[in-house]
């Protein structure tokens, strides 16, 4: 049997971007480990240990048993608590340990994905600890390891991959969001239409609509006269997606036609991870 075929794309996307994580990381040298991230908390050395703890609780390994520090400021939840053990556990180790477990991991991992027989709706382990199906679990893979490439490279000064095969899944699950965004958070009245016009490496137009009971729905048609219209960038987009940048700052790089208090509302409640 072989890898079917609904779950190739999100692990091709996935391995283009590990695989570019593993050579932006590889020729660092000590200190540049320490370069702080979009993440609070979070330095280079720990956003790639947090990818290889993951990827490694994928395998099946047992997680570190590990007591983190009481100073954690950036710890703010049950869940980022649990995301923090793969970090701190790996916090001393130096640019050479990093790099020889971050390729070994990879190494393991591929291998893994390249024997996968599961059906896409089997029930696997996610790193959340709860049961997903196998298709969602690996589309999620992808797009943390994109979306983390994409803090490196911020960190490093070394932009790139912004329309790659991981991009491409981040930009299919982010819009998936908007009707959620727009409509429930948000709060969007009926009949509001709101779109979002991306330009940049990856373009799309999608408009979210809010129908008489307050649900939203997105599509890729045009709306005639919208209640708002949002016109930025992908990589800004994406930023704010992920909450890596806050609407304050990233104002002048972010144009709004229409019902500028609505408007205010969506940026307000943009970001979807956590």
């Not at 709101?194 to 709306?223: C, I, K, N, Q, Y």
Request: proline share 6%.
């Amino acid at each position: 049997m072989t890898v079917h075929p609904s779950l190739q794309s999100s692990i091709d996307a996935w391995t283009h971007s590990i695989e570019a994580i593993t050579e932006l990381v590889t020729p660092l040298a000590e200190g540049e480990w320490s370069r702080a991230t979009d993440l609070p908390g979070w330095s280079v050395r720990d956003v790639v240990s947090h990818i290889i703890g993951l990827e490694c609780e994928m395998l099946g390994d047992p997680r570190p048993i590990h007591s983190l520090p009481r100073d954690l400021y950036h710890v703010q939840s049950e869940s980022a608590r649990r995301m923090e053990v793969q970090v701190d556990v790996r916090r001393h180790h130096t640019a050479l340990e990093m790099v020889s477990e971050l390729e070994y991991t990879v190494i393991r991992r591929s291998r893994q994905l390249r024997n996968e027989t599961r059906q896409p709706d089997a029930l696997v382990r996610s790193p959340f600890d709860e049961d997903r199906t196998l298709d969602f679990v690996l589309q999620l893979r992808a797009f943390d390891v994109w979306v983390h490439e994409q803090d490196l490279r911020r960190a490093l000064s070394a932009p790139g991959n912004l329309d790659s095969p991981g991009a491409q899944v981040a930009r299919d699950i982010l819009v998936k969001t908007l009707p959620g965004v727009v409509a429930k958070r948000a709060q969007a009245p009926a009949g509001s239409a709101v779109v979002f016009d991306v330009t940049g490496p990856l373009e799309f137009m999608r408009t979210v609509r809010v129908d008489a009971e307050g649900h939203g729905t997105v599509d890729g048609s045009v709306s005639l006269g919208p209640t708002v219209t949002f016109a930025l960038d992908w990589d800004v987009f994406a930023r704010l997606a992920c909450g890596r940048s806050r609407p304050q700052a990233v104002a002048d790089q972010v144009k709004i036609d229409g019902d500028q208090k609505l408007a205010a509302a969506i940026l307000e409640h943009f970001a979807v991870t956590p």
